[in-house]
């Protein structure tokens, strides 16, 4: 599932976070202002979720036109089968929770079960 779980780590926000403050693109997920579009249950895929947060500076100090890759750099520390896809720059009151304007779910059941 997406959400951090009591009972497991092994969810996708909990391994998100640790790419996020292995890559140091936060100081920790209280003071980031985390939000999450969506949500998912243990066992269900979070395909397309949408998340924002506060991260470090993208442009690095001292350069016009260097700016960091924040979804390389937290790739890096992910598991192969969890990826963040696409950084864009919101304004300053955009929240991934309701700033948004539609969701879709779909679901799907295997045969037989």
Sequence with gaps: GLEVQLHTKNT????????????YLIKD?????????GR??????????????????RRIKGTDNISLDYCKMVNSFLPDD??????????????????CLWREYEYFFPQGQ
């Design 12 to 23: 996708i926000e909990e391994h998100v976070f640790t790419g996020l403050l292995k890559s």
């Design 29 to 37: 997920r209280y003071s980031c202002k985390f939000a999450r579009c």
């Design 40 to 57: 998912t249950d243990a066992g269900v895929s979070a395909f397309g979720n949408v998340i924002s947060l506060w991260v470090k500076e």
């Design 82 to 99: 969890i990826r963040l896809i696409e950084f864009s720059e919101v304004p300053e009151d955009f929240d991934a929770r309701h700033s």
